[in-house]
T-cell receptor, first 113, second 113 residues
Framework: GENVEQHPSTLSVQEGDSAVIKCTYSDSASNYFPWYKQELGKRPQLIIDIRSNVGEKKDQRIAVTLNKTAKHFSLHITETQPEDSAVYFC????????????FGKGTSLLVTP | GAVVSQHPSRVICKSGTSVKIECRSLDFQATTMFWYRQFPKQSLMLMATSNEGSKATYEQGVEKDKFLINHASLTLSTLTVTSAHPEDSSFYICGLIRSTEAFFGQGTRLTVV
């Protein structure tokens, strides 16, 4: 079936540096691409999302870019802080119904002081 | 405030018994809910789509007779893991879509001993 590839699986950065996580998807009908942050044993929390009619979206230190032609989207976190340490998941809608999501395998981000 | 409430948060059961997990939509009538499973250090995998008043749609490889889903009302979907075995131990999360944004329950940590 359709899937979402996410890289890297682990990422370690120093506080203040930037972190970039990349995802690719295969379903050309996907039109919604959310990013989630998950702390151990807790539910995923939406941090930012982007829709197919937009190429870039920014919210303070977090930005997401989307290239529909290449079917890839990226999460950028600037000025990282230790509290940014968590597992981040990208996701792509299954088709364009806006319903179920296919998730990437996750990126474990560690921000060291 | 919370959109989705999931119970229980943790359950330990003996092998061969059944466990029911409830997912409630708190302020929204959800005709569709989703059930995901997450193994340790892995991503969320869609198990099934729960449709109010009709049969659930299961993803490939998910046994419908083992994972019984009931969506009898617009605010409640239940997942029953029947004849649970240790390999069913996992983190189960329900979710729904409201205004094209996905919301998740708190998750249920199931341990089968």
């Amino acid at each position: 079936g359709e899937n979402v590839e996410q890289h890297p699986s682990t990422l370690s950065v120093q506080e203040g540096d930037s972190a970039v996580i990349k995802c690719t998807y295969s379903d050309s009908a996907s039109n919604y691409f959310p990013w989630y942050k998950q702390e151990l044993g807790k539910r995923p929390q939406l941090i930012i999302d982007i829709r197919s009619n937009v190429g870039e979206k920014k919210d303070q230190r977090i930005a997401v870019t989307l290239n529909k032609t290449a079917k890839h989207f990226s999460l950028h976190i600037t000025e990282t802080q230790p509290e940014d340490s968590a597992v981040y998941f990208c996701a792509a809608s299954i088709g364009n119904s806006g319903y179920a999501l296919n998730f990437g395998k996750g990126t474990s981000l560690l921000v060291t002081p | 405030g919370a959109v989705v409430s999931q119970h229980p948060s943790r359950v330990i059961c003996k092998s061969g018994t059944s466990v029911k997990i409830e997912c409630r939509s708190l302020d929204f009538q959800a005709t569709t809910m989703f059930w995901y499973r997450q193994f340790p250090k892995q991503s969320l995998m869609l198990m099934a789509t729960s449709n109010e008043g009709s049969k659930a749609t299961y993803e490939q490889g998910v046994e419908k007779d083992k994972f019984l889903i009931n969506h009898a009302s617009l605010t409640l979907s239940t997942l029953t893991v029947t004849s649970a075995h240790p390999e069913d131990s996992s983190f189960y999360i329900c979710g729904l879509i409201r205004s094209t944004e996905a919301f998740f329950g708190q998750g249920t940590r199931l341990t089968v001993v």
